[in-house]
Structure formats: C-alpha cells, structure tokens
C-alpha cells in the first residue's frame, strides 16, 4: 500500500512541477525562455513517474508493516536534505555536496564505503563543472573551487 501511496505524491509533484514550468515562457529552440529546461524537465519527469506509478498500481498491494513505516532511512533522507542549505551557508559547495550525497547513499544502503564515496566524489565534481563551470551558475565556493574554475579558464 505504501508503495501506491508514494507512488501517487510523485507523481502529484511532478504535475505540479509540470504546472509550474507551464507559467514561464518556453520560447523556441533557436530562443529558448526562461521556461524551455524546466518544461523539457517536467516532461520527462511525467513520463518516468507515469510510467511507475502505472506498474506500481498494476501490481498487487503488498502488505505492510509498522516496521516498514518506522525506519530510519526517511528520517535520514529528510534530515540530510534540511541539513544542506546549511552546510552550503557554512562551507563551499564541495564539501557541503560531498558529504551530503555519501550520508543518502550509505543511508540508502547503496555498494560499499568506498563504492558510495567514489560515486559521490565523482557526482559532485560533475555537478559543479557543469553548473559552475559550463552554465555559469554562481556556487558557494573556497579556494578548490576557484582553483578549479581558474584552471577551467571559466572563473576569476
């Protein structure tokens, strides 16, 4: 049951989200507006989630338990993801992305240690190229990061 639940509120938040990207303008291809991204965004996330929520509630309902319900995995996820907007106010956006991203794949049971923080490193450094370095977007940085950016001829 908790399964369809789930199921049910993405996919709720991705038609809001998909209500939301209608609101900005989407321009063209050869113009986009502020809206292009997020609309492509929003449709591909309605076809994942319909698509999921389709053979969630094709599925039979599983039964559930009070132990499945009280675990310590969702409290973590909500935790860390409260937790990051404040370390991104106190340290760059390496450190904050890093630390954050090992916590919910060790929280979500994903590989081994060293598994999770390769995979964690490499996420991040991929994330910060591409909004820092290829769009432009202003991150909370320190000195690695300028460094990086310098090095990419993308920042001063």
Same mark, same amino acid.
């Given at each position: 049951?908790? @399964? +369809?639940?789930?199921? *049910?509120?993405? &996919?709720?938040?991705?038609?809001?989200?998909?209500?939301g990207?209608?609101a900005?303008?989407?321009?063209?291809?050869? @113009?986009?507006g502020a !809206?292009q991204?997020?609309?492509?965004?929003?449709?591909?996330?309605?076809?994942? #989630?319909?698509?999921?929520?389709?053979?969630?509630?094709?599925?039979?309902? /599983?039964?559930?338990? %009070? +132990? !499945?319900?009280? +675990? &310590? @995995?969702? *409290?973590?996820?909500?935790?860390?993801?409260?937790?990051?907007?404040?370390?991104?106010?106190?340290? $760059?956006?390496?450190?904050?992305?890093l #630390?954050? &991203?090992?916590?919910?794949?060790?929280l979500? !049971?994903?590989? +081994?240690?060293?598994?999770?923080? /390769?995979?964690? %490193?490499?996420?991040? %450094?991929?994330?910060f190229?591409?909004?820092?370095? &290829?769009?432009?977007? #202003?991150?909370? $940085?320190?000195?690695? @990061?300028? $460094?990086?950016? $310098?090095?990419?001829? /993308?920042?001063?």
């Amino acid at each position: 049951m908790k @399964e +369809r639940i789930v199921a *049910a509120a993405i &996919l709720v938040f991705a038609l809001v989200y998909a209500a939301g990207s209608l609101a900005l303008k989407v321009g063209t291809l050869a @113009e986009p507006g502020a !809206g292009q991204f997020p609309a492509l965004i929003a449709v591909a996330l309605l076809a994942v #989630v319909g698509v999921h929520a389709w053979r969630t509630f094709r599925a039979p309902a /599983a039964e559930d338990s %009070l +132990r !499945g319900w009280a +675990r &310590l @995995e969702p *409290a973590g996820v909500a935790a860390s993801l409260v937790i990051y907007p404040v370390l991104l106010r106190t340290v $760059s956006f390496l450190a904050a992305t890093l #630390v954050v &991203l090992f916590v919910l794949f060790r929280l979500l !049971g994903f590989k +081994r240690n060293a598994t999770s923080f /390769a995979t964690a %490193l490499v996420a991040t %450094l991929v994330s910060f190229l591409v909004f820092a370095g &290829l769009l432009g977007v #202003v991150l909370p $940085s320190s000195a690695v @990061e300028q $460094s990086i950016l $310098s090095v990419l001829g /993308a920042g001063g």
